[in-house]
């Protein structure tokens, strides 16, 4: 063992993710960062995955990935491709990216390079469609291919252009700290942070000799798009904690991610190894003429956020998500907090929070505390349909499978012995 015991290596873990300095690079095609996606490939959320396990809104949302790459020229033979095996499918998390919902990200579409200064990693993920029907809960329609186009030819180069006009690129730890202190978790609302991003992106904009047309249609999709920076909150966490994971002993949860099928972890301790559970569905509220028995399995990336110590760890930096997400008010959303704390080895000062006596967002959850405890990760997300184009029809809350977590003690006691108990 390269350090005397696992609370040491725990703390090598934790001190790799205060150390980070993730910048917001630019915005590529994912083809020109990930060699994997130069072949008919699509990236999807979640531990791997075949295409018969996998839910409607994610089959809807590899149909629409292929329709958008011309691979098809209509949804019967999309999917007669992808039944098949024609198209090869490989986890986001596999090769440096994060992908909400689905997580179907395919060669052409843009991705957010996010890059820690510290040692060069970088991390990346697709550009956020906005609201209604979109690709990444299942939707396929012209309307949805249209607007991967228009994000194609249109967003991903403008951002790219003003980006490349900041020098070193856009501090995202400054913007993160900014929007915790102003209602943000990054994971349910991320209506500050996008506003932060958008006031330090226009002016970039206003010099990046776009069309007039062009610059109209960019700003208004960012001033409408209040999830617009979950996506880019999503690098930022998978390249931290992808940092930290480069300390390969302890105990301490790197990645959550889930596909609809399973839930999956890794541990810092256990190298790239996924840790697996039947998922479970999100408990929450329901837009109208919606319910529970409408819901999906939960699926996507984006708890990385959790494992970060945002999202719903950090539930008391949002209270009102918790009326949104139907768990209650101020004093539910403290006692989420108080909750993750007894799971987690440390506070992030970078992440102060007002409403919670500016304590730091809890950081670094741990196995061993989690199946002590029986305390799992809660994890706000959104509530999708079970067939494919419908979309979002609520937002809750979900619980990482306890499953999961006594999997990798297992895992971590053969490699350490009596240490992990």
């Not at 890059?115 to 697709?126: F, H, L, R, T």
């Amino acid at each position: 063992m390269k350090y005397q015991s696992i609370q040491e290596a725990n703390e090598a873990v934790i001190q790799q993710v205060l150390e980070s300095q993730p910048f917001l690079l630019d915005v590529v095609p994912a083809k020109s960062v990930i060699p994997e996606l130069n072949g008919k490939v699509l990236m999807h959320a979640g531990p791997p995955i075949k295409w018969g396990n996998m839910t409607d809104p994610m089959q809807g949302s590899c149909i629409g990935a292929t329709l958008f790459e011309g691979w098809a020229d209509n949804e019967d033979d999309a999917k007669k491709m992808l039944e098949a095996g024609d198209i090869k499918f490989i986890p986001c998390h596999s090769v440096d990216a994060v992908g909400p919902m689905g997580g179907i990200t395919s060669a052409n579409m843009p991705v957010v390079v996010v890059e820690n200064k510290v040692n060069g990693k970088q991390a990346y993920c697709n550009l956020n469609e906005g609201i209604g029907a979109v690709l990444r809960f299942g939707a396929y329609n012209s309307e949805v291919i249209n607007r991967l186009k228009w994000i194609k030819d249109v967003l991903g180069p403008a951002l790219s252009k003003a980006l490349k006009q900041i020098d070193g690129g856009m501090n995202v730890n400054v913007l993160v700290a900014k929007a915790i202190t102003m209602g943000d978790e990054f994971h349910q609302r991320n209506i500050a942070a996008s506003a932060l991003f958008l006031k330090d992106i226009v002016p970039y904009l206003l010099t990046a000799d776009l069309p007039e047309k062009e610059l109209q249609e960019v700003t208004k999709f960012l001033a409408d798009t209040d999830q617009f920076f979950l996506n880019i909150m999503m690098a930022t966490a998978k390249v931290t904690m992808d940092s930290a994971a480069t300390i390969e002993e302890g105990s301490i949860v790197t990645a959550l991610s889930r596909n609809g099928y399973e839930f999956g972890i890794k541990v810092s301790g256990l190298g790239d190894q996924w840790f697996t559970a039947p998922v479970n569905t999100p408990d929450g509220l329901y837009f109208s003429g919606y319910s529970a028995e409408d819901a999906n399995p939960d699926m996507g990336d984006s708890a990385i956020t959790e494992t970060y110590g945002v999202g719903g760890m950090a539930m008391i930096a949002a209270p009102g998500v918790t009326r949104f997400v139907g768990t209650g008010g101020f004093n539910d959303a403290i006692q989420t907090s108080d909750e993750m704390r007894e799971i987690c080895i440390a506070n992030n000062p970078n992440l102060s929070i007002p409403t919670w006596d500016f304590q730091g967002a809890c950081l670094g959850i741990d196995i061993r505390k989690v199946v002590e405890t029986g305390i799992t990760p809660v994890i706000n997300t959104g509530i999708a349909h079970k067939t494919a184009g419908i979309g979002q029809i609520g937002a809750g809350t979900v619980r990482v499978p306890l499953g999961c977590f006594e999997k990798a003690l297992e895992a971590l006691a053969e490699k350490y012995g009596v240490e992990a108990d």
